[in-house]
C-alpha cells in the first residue's frame, strides 16, 4: 500500500532533514562568525612583523581551507551517488559546488590583497595560489558541466564523475605544483609562518573557522531544499508543502 | 518488466507500467508524439535506467546474456556514414559477435534490394536504403527479442512487406517482438496492442 | 575476442583515414602554433630554447582535445554508440581501443614530426631526447583522460570549450613534470624521476580511464 510512497520518501526525507537543519547551522554560524570576526578585526594585538595587514587571516585561512573541504565533501557525495544511485546525492553535490567556488574565490581574493604589502605583488606564482587557482578551474567545470544538459539526472551524473576525477588529481596537482614551484622559483617568497602563533591570535580563528563552516552548511542546506523544491516541483509532496504554506500565511 | 517509471527533465511521463513479452508474441506499442514510447523502449532495450522499478529477462536483472539476445533499432540508424554498408555491417556483427562472413553479407544485401551499392559510402544511399541496411541487422543475429523504434519509416510498400514477413516469421519460430510505428500492422493473429497516454 | 579488436581497430582506423583532410589539420595546427611562437618572442635561440618545450607541449595538448572531436561525437550522432553499448562486449574495452586509435592518428604522427619542432626552437640534442620521450609517455595519458572529458560532454550540444575546462586541471601536472623533464635534460641532469612520475600517471590513468569512460558514455544515453 506505502508502495507508491517510497519514490518520494527519499527526497522528502532530504528535505525534511536539511530544512530541520538549516537554522541550527545558520544559528550557530552567527554565534561564532560575528564574534570571531569582531574580535579578530578589533581586538586582537597587531602582528609585530606585518601589522594589522594580518589581519585578513581571519577570512583569509577559513576560506582557503573550507574550499578545499568543501571540494572533498562533494566528491564524498558524488560518489555516494554513483555507487547507490541516490538523486539527492547528487542534488547535494550540486548544491556545494558554487558555495565552494565562492569561497576559493574569496581565499584568491583576500590571497592578492593580503600578498600586495607583503610580497609587493597582487599575483605570485607561488605553489598554493596555483593550487587554490586550479581548485577554481576544477569548481566551474563540475558546475559548467552541470549546467550544459538540460536533463539534470544526467547533468547530476556526470558532473559527479568530473568531481571524482577532480578529487583524483588533487593531490597530484599539489605535488607537481609544489615541484615545479621550487624548480622554478626558488624558495625566495617569505612564507607565512604558522606555528608560533599567540593565542589570543589564534582563538578568533579557531571560531572563524568553525563559522564559516557553519555557513557554507547552512547555504548549502538551502540551496539543497531549493533544488530539492525545484527539481521535484510536480511531485504531489511538493505541491501539498507549497499548498499548506499559503494556508498558514492566510491564517496569519 | 514491472512497475517501471520513467522522467524526462523531471517530467512524469509515465508511472507504475508493467508489461510482460513472451516467445511468440508481437506488441505494437501506440501512443501519441511525445507520450514516452522511445524512452519506454530504451528502459526496455537497457539503454537508459527507469527511475523505478526494473526491467527483467528471464526474471534475472539484464546481463551480458539478454543483451546477446537481443536487437535493438533506434531512430538513429547506427550507421557510419563514411563507411560502406558491407563494412557496417561486419563491424556490428563483429561486435555483436554475429556470423559474418563476406558471402552472407552479399546475399543479404541482394535479398533487401541493395545490389551494387555494398561498396558505397552509406552517406550517398537515400534514407529508404539506408534504412535498409540498418534493418539487415535483423537477419543477421540470432537473437530472441527486437525491439524497434519506428522500423518502416522511409521504407517504400515493397520495403515494409519485406519487413512485416521477416518480422512474422520470427515471432513463428519462437521470437519476441515489441516495436512502435504509426502505421496500422497487417500482421498476425498474436498481434497485441499496449498504448501509452500523453502526459502532462 | 582477438577477432573483435581486430574489427574495432580496422573500422576506426578505416573512418579516421576516410576523412584524410580532418586527419591532417591537428598537424597544421600544431605547426602553425609552433611558428607563431617565434615570430612573436622573436628568433633568438637562447629565448627559444627556453620556452621551445613548454610551447610543443601547450601545442600538443591544444591538438589533442581539436581532434579528440570524433572521438565519440560522431558515433554519438548516428546511433552507432547505442549499437555499441547493446552489444554485451565490455564497454570499457573498446573505449580503451578507441583511445588507441586516437593516440595512433593524433599523437604518432606528432611524434613523427617532432624533431622538426626540435629543429624549429633549437632545441640541443639532450633535450630533444628528453621531450620525445616525455611526448612518448605523456601523449597516451591525453588520449586516455580526454577520453573522459569526451564521454562526458558527448551529448551536450552547446560548448565546445567544455571538455578542455574540464581537461586543463588535468592536464597542468603533466605539463609540469614534462617541461621540467626537458629542463633537467638541458642543464644535463637526470630527468628519470619525471618520467617514471609521468609513467606513473599514465599506468594509473590506464587502469581507471576507460572505466570512467565507460560510465560516462552510459550516462550520455539517458
Not at chain 1, 545558520?26 to 578589533?42: E, H, Y
Not at chain 2, 537515400?126 to 539487415?136: E, H, N, P, Y
Amino acid at each position: 500500500m506505502f508502495k507508491w510512497l517510497h519514490p518520494y520518501a527519499k527526497t522528502q526525507a532530504a528535505y525534511s532533514l536539511s530544512q530541520r537543519l538549516t537554522p541550527w547551522f545558520a544559528g550557530i554560524c552567527v554565534l561564532l562568525l560575528v564574534p570571531g570576526t569582531l574580535w579578530g578585526l578589533l581586538f586582537t594585538p597587531a602582528d609585530y612583523q606585518q601589522g594589522d595587514s594580518f589581519r585578513i587571516i581571519y577570512i583569509h585561512v577559513p576560506a582557503a581551507m573550507l574550499s578545499m573541504s568543501t571540494y572533498v565533501a562533494m566528491a564524498v557525495a558524488a560518489l555516494v551517488g554513483i555507487v547507490w544511485q541516490w538523486r539527492t546525492a547528487f542534488m547535494a553535490m550540486i548544491a556545494m559546488a558554487p558555495v565552494g567556488a565562492v569561497m576559493t574565490f574569496i581565499a584568491l581574493f583576500t590571497g592578492a590583497a593580503w600578498g600586495k604589502p607583503m610580497w609587493g605583488a597582487w599575483w605570485v606564482w607561488d605553489a598554493r595560489l596555483t593550487s587554490e587557482l586550479i581548485l577554481l578551474f576544477l569548481y566551474c567545470g563540475v558546475i559548467a558541466l552541470y549546467s550544459a544538459f538540460d536533463d539534470k539526472q544526467q547533468a547530476g551524473k556526470a558532473a559527479g564523475i568530473m568531481a571524482l576525477v577532480g578529487v583524483v588529481n588533487i593531490p597530484v596537482i599539489h605535488f607537481s605544483v609544489q615541484w615545479w614551484n621550487t624548480l622554478h622559483q626558488g624558495a625566495t617568497i617569505t612564507k607565512f609562518d604558522k606555528p608560533s602563533i599567540a593565542t589570543e591570535m589564534l582563538w578568533p580563528l579557531l571560531m572563524n573557522i568553525a563559522g564559516m563552516m557553519m555557513f557554507i552548511a547552512a547555504l548549502t542546506c538551502m540551496r539543497l531544499n531549493n533544488e530539492i523544491l525545484r527539481r521535484e516541483q510536480h511531485r504531489p509532496w511538493v505541491s501539498a508543502l507549497l499548498h499548506d504554506r499559503r494556508e498558514n500565511q492566510n491564517a496569519v | 518488466m514491472q512497475n517501471v517509471s520513467c522522467s524526462k527533465r523531471d517530467r512524469i511521463l509515465f508511472e507504475n507500467l508493467s508489461l510482460q513479452i513472451s516467445t511468440g508474441q508481437l506488441i505494437h506499442l501506440r501512443g501519441p508524439n511525445g507520450a514516452g514510447k522511445t524512452s519506454l523502449l530504451r528502459i526496455i532495450a537497457g539503454l537508459s535506467q527507469a527511475e523505478q522499478g526494473q526491467v527483467l529477462w528471464n526474471s534475472r536483472a539484464l546481463d551480458t546474456t539478454y543483451f546477446k539476445e537481443l536487437v535493438y533499432l533506434g531512430h538513429k540508424s547506427g550507421l557510419t556514414a563514411s563507411l560502406s554498408a558491407l563494412e557496417n555491417l561486419q563491424y556490428w556483427a563483429h561486435l555483436h559477435q554475429a556470423p559474418c562472413s563476406e558471402a552472407l553479407l552479399y546475399d543479404l544485401l541482394t535479398r533487401l534490394g541493395l545490389v551494387g551499392l555494398e561498396d558505397l559510402p552509406v552517406k550517398f544511399l537515400s534514407a529508404g536504403q539506408q534504412r535498409r541496411v540498418a534493418l539487415a541487422r535483423l537477419w543477421l543475429k540470432p537473437a530472441r527479442l527486437w525491439i524497434l523504434d519506428e522500423p518502416f519509416t522511409a521504407l517504400d510498400t515493397a520495403g515494409i512487406a519485406l519487413v512485416e514477413q521477416h518480422i512474422n516469421q520470427f515471432i513463428d519460430g519462437g521470437g519476441a517482438v515489441i516495436l512502435t510505428s504509426h502505421q496500422p500492422l497487417t500482421s498476425s493473429a498474436k498481434l497485441q496492442y499496449f498504448d501509452l497516454e500523453y502526459r502532462l | 575476442m582477438s577477432q573483435l579488436i581486430k574489427g574495432v581497430l580496422q573500422r576506426d582506423l578505416a573512418i579516421a583515414f576516410n576523412q584524410k583532410g580532418e586527419l591532417a589539420q591537428p598537424l597544421l595546427f600544431l605547426l602553425i602554433v609552433v611558428t607563431l611562437f617565434p615570430i612573436a618572442v622573436g628568433p633568438a635561440p637562447e629565448t627559444l630554447q627556453r620556452i621551445g618545450p613548454g610551447v610543443i607541449w601547450v601545442a600538443a595538448i591544444l591538438t589533442a582535445l581539436l581532434g579528440m572531436e570524433r572521438l565519440f561525437k560522431q558515433d554519438y550522432l548516428d546511433g552507432s554508440l547505442e549499437q555499441l553499448l547493446l552489444s554485451g562486449v565490455p564497454v570499457f574495452q573498446i573505449v580503451a581501443l578507441k583511445s588507441v586509435v586516437h593516440w595512433l592518428v593524433c599523437f604518432l604522427p606528432l611524434l613523427i614530426l617532432s624533431p622538426l619542432l626540435a629543429l624549429f626552437l633549437h632545441l640541443s640534442m639532450p633535450m630533444y631526447l628528453a621531450l620525445f620521450l616525455s611526448l612518448l609517455l605523456g601523449t597516451p595519458l591525453l588520449s586516455l583522460v580526454g577520453a573522459i572529458a569526451m564521454g562526458l560532454t558527448v551529448g551536450v550540444q552547446k560548448g565546445a570549450l567544455l571538455p578542455l575546462l574540464l581537461m586543463v586541471p588535468v592536464f597542468i601536472p603533466l605539463l609540469i613534470f614534462a617541461t621540467s623533464a626537458v629542463e633537467s635534460a638541458a642543464l644535463h641532469l637526470s630527468y628519470a624521476p619525471q618520467l617514471a612520475i609521468i609513467g606513473a600517471m599514465l599506468l594509473c590513468a590506464l587502469a581507471l580511464a576507460p572505466f570512467a569512460t565507460a560510465y560516462a558514455l552510459k550516462v550520455s544515453q539517458h
